[in-house]
């Protein structure tokens, strides 16, 4: 395989890839095989590639990728910056979804999966109460303030805040003056949601 042929590999998998990386930066998602994501990358990357030959074919001094009459950093940094384009289309198409299916009933088919209850649960509708139940035996109750979400870890974190340490009857034995309580999944044994006020 000479340069060239590299070349020309690169040129239709980089926009891909890095559609894909920016989407997923913004969405992650579980990983999947690495024959699965060059499949994909290979897919985005030509239709990308393709799109910017006959946008820019002109500019460029030719339609066909193999005779590119610009240096070939130029052609690299237009494919790179369209695959970010690209990604961040769909990232924000995805978010449009997400606001229509919630701003009227009969869209809310369109909703994206979150690919994970724990995603769904503290999405922006939720202004629930959590009471925290830990394995330890102690009892939290506060709102999910911030927490993460990586579909590969095998545990997630979060937030608690305006949180107070409970009793079994959920009356208050002291509250958390500070920012809150910070707790990793792994440690609860279940969470209670209470609507919010």
Do not use: C
Not at 49 to 65: K, S
Not at 80 to 105: D, M, P
Not at 136 to 144: A, E, F, L
Request: proline share 4%; hydrophobic share 45%; glycine share 8%.
């Amino acid at each position: 395989m000479s340069i060239p042929d590299i070349l020309q590999f690169v040129y239709f998998v980089l926009p891909g890839f890095l559609s894909i990386e920016v989407y997923r930066a913004i969405y992650p998602a579980r990983r999947r095989t690495d024959f699965v994501w060059i499949a994909w990358s290979l897919v985005y990357g030509v239709a990308i590639t393709a799109l910017v030959f006959h946008w820019a074919g002109d500019r460029l001094g030719t339609q066909n990728v193999g005779e590119f009459q610009i240096l070939p950093i130029g052609l690299l940094l237009l494919l790179i910056g369209a695959g970010i384009v690209v990604g961040l289309l769909r990232a924000g198409l995805r978010q449009v979804r997400f606001w229509l299916s919630q701003k009227t009933g009969w869209l809310d088919r369109i909703e994206p999966d979150s690919q994970s209850i724990w995603a769904v649960i503290n999405g922006a509708r939720n202004e629930d109460w959590a009471i925290v139940f830990l394995n330890d035996g102690s009892t939290y109750r506060g709102y999910i303030r911030k927490f993460t979400f990586d579909p590969d870890a095998l545990d997630q974190d979060f937030l608690l805040s305006d949180a107070s340490r409970v009793d079994e009857d959920l009356s208050e034995r002291y509250p958390i003056t500070g920012q809150g309580v910070y707790l990793r999944l792994k440690d609860v044994s279940r969470i209670e949601f209470l609507l919010g006020e």
